[in-house]
């Protein structure tokens, strides 16, 4: 049976050059950052270095970032840090309601803390409303939280026209480009960003290393109570394999963004426009351009999504409802109800994300079996 790939927006492989610079670090640089000796030298280096490759990437100085364990953390020490450092000023937070749950987590933990929390909604097609946000700051405001792309159904949001508008009235802004970094072009100063959440195996690097920008100036304090490492923001042993990685797989994307994007946009939009003209009643979900290159994302009527999942799963073809998180979970998913999905079309959903070894073949193959397997399952 052949093997389809179609969730890299749950995760992606490690790009095997990828695996070959960090492989090293395991070995014979296997120092710890922070000693001072030649070996802990060595890995302080590396991970210098790769800090120097990350920032150049994203339009940042070396020192305004840190290296962290994945982006739920990089998220969860970015509010939690910022809403405790501005208590003082204000407790008004503005989120969208179609954040991660790394974010919205602990969001629902400050509201409970009691700071006072704008969920902002968005159109039908996912994208908040510029004005709406505006309207919605007030003198309390001190953090605005948004996902620079939608995991799910793969809108990409106004940041740089709502982090100006942010950054005039003197408010933290946070953004999630997890989706965005390594797929379109991101730059920490003109998406007017105070820090900002990366994930390395979103861009085919490994799983278990991430990392955060904090703009100069921005105080924020440490998550982790141990250590000095990252200057004093991030205490544990430094991942420098990890780091290392990251940086390669930044570099990796750097060299192609622009080709894999112009490849998987036909290929996106092969499917976005085949899979209606194929199968009866389905809806595209999100911007029809306003997208990530490589989501597509569509409901179904009549059909659960769980078992369309599996059905596909049995012909080689792995793909996912929505976000790798909330599967499983029997709440219909909270980016399909803010964009004003019924909960039966909810569930009847089917996120489909490309990647860098996609090819033609895999996506005939996928608008050959899906009618197939739709047609059955309604049946039944
Ligand atoms: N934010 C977004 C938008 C994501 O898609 C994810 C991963 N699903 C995360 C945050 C969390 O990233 P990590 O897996 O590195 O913790």
Not at 50 to 62: D, H, I, K, P, V
Not at 110 to 116: N, P, R, S
Not at 356 to 378: A, S
Request: hydrophobic content about 40%.
């Amino acid at each position: 049976m052949q093997r389809k790939y179609f969730d890299y927006a749950s995760t992606t492989p490690a790009d095997p050059e990828v695996v070959k610079v960090m492989t090293p670090y395991f070995y014979e640089k296997f120092g710890n950052a922070s000693s001072p000796h030649s070996v802990g030298r060595e890995a302080q280096k590396a991970l210098e270095d790769s800090r120097e490759t990350l920032a150049r990437f994203l339009g940042a100085n070396a020192e305004e970032f840190i290296f962290t364990s994945g982006a739920t953390e990089s998220n969860n020490q970015a509010i939690i840090g910022i809403a405790r450092q501005l208590k003082n000023k204000g407790k008004h937070i503005v989120v969208s309601q179609i954040e991660h749950h790394s974010v919205l987590e602990p969001i629902y933990y400050l509201e409970k803390e009691g700071y006072t929390i704008t969920y902002l909604p968005v159109d039908p097609v996912g994208l908040v409303d510029v004005q709406n946000l505006k309207k919605a700051l007030t003198g309390q405001t001190i953090l605005v939280c948004l996902i620079q792309a939608s995991n799910e159904i793969g809108t990409i949001q106004s940041i740089a026209e709502i982090g100006t508008i942010v950054r005039e009235q003197n408010i933290h802004f946070h953004v999630d480009a997890v989706q965005t970094v390594g797929h379109i072009p991101v730059n920490v100063k003109e998406l007017h960003a105070d820090t900002l959440s990366l994930s390395a195996h979103k861009f085919y690097g490994p799983k278990g290393v991430a990392a955060l920008y904090v703009r100069k100036g921005v105080r924020l304090p440490s998550f982790l109570m141990g250590g000095g490492q990252e200057r004093g923001l991030r205490a544990s042993t430094q991942n420098v394999a990890g780091a290392v990685g990251l940086a390669k797989a930044i570099q990796l994307c750097q060299d192609t963004m622009a080709q894999e994007a112009d490849l998987q946009k036909k290929l996106r939009d092969t499917l976005l426009n085949e899979i209606p003209k194929r199968i009866a009643g389905v809806i595209v979900n999100g911007h029809r351009t306003q997208r990530l290159p490589n989501n597509a994302h569509f409901s179904f009527e009549k059909v659960s999504g769980e078992s369309l999942l599996m059905s596909l799963d049995m012909a080689g073809i792995a793909a996912s409802m929505g976000s790798a998180c909330t599967s499983g979970a029997m709440e219909p998913s909270h980016v399909l109800r803010a964009i004003g999905l019924s909960d039966e079309l909810a569930f009847g959903s089917l996120r489909v994300t490309l990647g860098r070894w996609t090819t033609e073949e895999d996506v005939d193959y996928l608008l050959e079996e899906l009618p197939k397997v739709v047609k059955r399952l309604r049946k039944v």
